[in-house]
């Protein structure tokens, strides 16, 4: 088999079969393939897509490069949730003690990653004390005894991902859907989980802004996980305007507790309530998603879903009390409120602007090296839909102490110009826009 | 400016402008820019194709990677010519003194190569004594002197070709017609020629099978000589069955005397009448290429042409002798006629599967460091349209001394295999398809 020869045959648009994938990504893998090659292949891949068959031939190979995490020791359905990312994404920290306090055991495995604001790893390091840093058989053994961890990766999982990453990176070969598939679907199954629902998120502050695109995405990564054993499901949701209210680190963990309690903004509950309804179902504890919602409404309702989330706290070091007391969260030095400028109802808010506004204040990674601000962020007060007198509320943002006047007058500018108007009411666009299972 | 978002302006389908391209050829002659990246442009590029300007763009960038070719010194107008490569393709060997005793200066530089014989400098070195190296400064006063030279390239031209050209051999990315006709004008015109006629190849024996895809190379590299100031035309020609009759070195060089004595193969004749009479056209020489056809008719007949040979010959230290006397080429040890297994009329003579039978025996090279045997290879005696006895001669084998019985089976059966024959006449197609001024 020869490199030149499979670069040809992507180029002229046939498929790949599961020998030549295979050759491909453990030579790349091993060094005896150039770059040079390789990214020649990934433009080629770019162009000619990828079939079902190679598309999961591809995720197994990749997994194959590395190490994988056996949950075997836990007993039960382990269901994992992976988000494309949005801004404002709260929703790990919610799940993850809510669909554990209902019964199904969450060994979740997160990220810190470039972004608006952090990773899940970095909200809730946001806890005092809270630690994510834990090797597997802790991690297992967690589980185990309260139903619930969230922790970092740890081994070498998928080393071909972060190998093909790092060149697509460079060679603007991100945005092929095969090679987002792959690279998503191999990292969740080297996890472990035994079943995965997907929150594929679509809009202005999502990096698939075409809904089309998002379900096509979906039907890959789905296709991806049933062909590998891990029965999956995605759902669809709209990614227009941040979720929640909050976009900052601890400013999310707040909302994520006062969710847990009850008290959240209706969107962010709402999808939680449909990713952990479907995590249920897949985890065999209810026979539909549907009375998985509303197990989750009972769980939070009746304390419960509060009540594991301090366990996880306290299990993983960190100070439980900031559940009774949110102030025991990092508190930024400044608070600005934003005003509107005219009065309307609420037509546009433009959740990528928001989120680069977040990240200029300190909230978000720009570079690998950048030091994350906890405190800081912006919490949305009018969203979508919202009528809004001249002269009120639209934001408040949540500044360092130091944070000087420029900086707070271009955020304050972001935030404003991430917003349009209309003089009309307007209608609320749904938040799950589909599912595919 | 940055790599990355250059190739993702390609990607998306846009045109580079002429900063943008020149900071992508000099960034790669430096090594700034990785071959990676350069790679994945070039798939953008295979894909996306390039407009006229881009190509003339990519073009000048790519000649001013390196050194010119000054020919200044030679009074006139210097017309130059080019083959995009066929099978038994001896056109430059007549071309070169017949022009030159027309009255046009030719100042040859030609090359090597890999393929089914060698290129135009290992034909000509298998004439005793015949040198092909020569500096420019020589290549000069020869051609003042007797108005003809033919040299290897010399100095360092097109470096940017040399590099991108290695890339694309492994990346799959050769076949881009842009890149094809960046990459050959290049080469022509830092070569200093003043005029340019190419002989684009289309058909079984030639790289581009299709003969729209020829036409369509032919416009671009026209084009581009045209936008560089170069005045070029090119003649699209048949090049389904071998030219002339010879495949092999010496044994074309024979042709090629015969040609000039006025007794060589028709086609051979007729495609160097067609091709120097564009020449003798670009070159001032006359009015037009009939006119020039009808020159050099009497060129060859009057004895010019073979006396301009002889003349060359000489300047370049071979012996003119062999003009005179055939035999004092190198002569192969065996020859073996292939008899034809039925009767009929010749329909198709694969030229490709001729070439591969003529490497076989040792005419060509298949990798860099192969040796060529320049005694070696297949005179026809059947083309196509001809009609043939069961039993009567297709071809002539010319092989070496020691060549093993089962070489010379296999090399029978390819030429056997390489004619389809029918009971009806054949139409002659015709050789020059068509030009691009």
Known sequence: MRVYDLILKKRNGFAFNKAEIEFLIEGYVKGDIPDYQISALLMAIYFCGMNEEETLNLTRAMI??????????????KVDKHSTGGVGDTTTIVLAPLVAAAGAPVAKLSGRGLGHTGGTLDKLESIPGFKTEMAVAELVEAVKKIGVAVAGQTGNLVPADKLLYALRDVTATVDSMPLIAGSIMSKKLASGADALVLDVKAGDG????????????????VSIGNGAGCKTVALVTNMDQP???????????KEAIQTLRGEGPPDLKELCLFLGGWMLALAGKC????????????TISGGAALEKFKE???S???NDAVTEDLSLLPQSGKQVAVAAPAAGYVKKLEAEAIGLAAMMLGAGRETKDSTIDPAVGIVITKKIGDSVQAGENLAVIHAGATAPADQLDAVRNMI??????????????????????
């Open 64 to 77: 194959n490069s590395g190490d994988t995490i056996d949950l075997k020791a836990i007993p039960g359905i």
């Open 243 to 253: 979720l929640g209210f909050a976009v900052g680190n601890a400013l999310e963990v």
């Open 416 to 437: 404003i110009n991430a917003y349009s108007f209309q003089d009309d009411p307007v209608e609320k666009e749904k938040l799950v826009l589909g599912q595919v299972e």
């Open 312 to 314: 996880l706290v306290r």
């Open 206 to 221: 999502a990096f698939l802004k075409d809904r089309a695109a998002a379900f096509n995405l979906s039907k890959m990564m």
């Open 316 to 318: 993983q070091h960190g």
């Open 287 to 298: 026979a539909h998603p549907d009375q998985g919602m509303d197990l989750l409404e009972k």
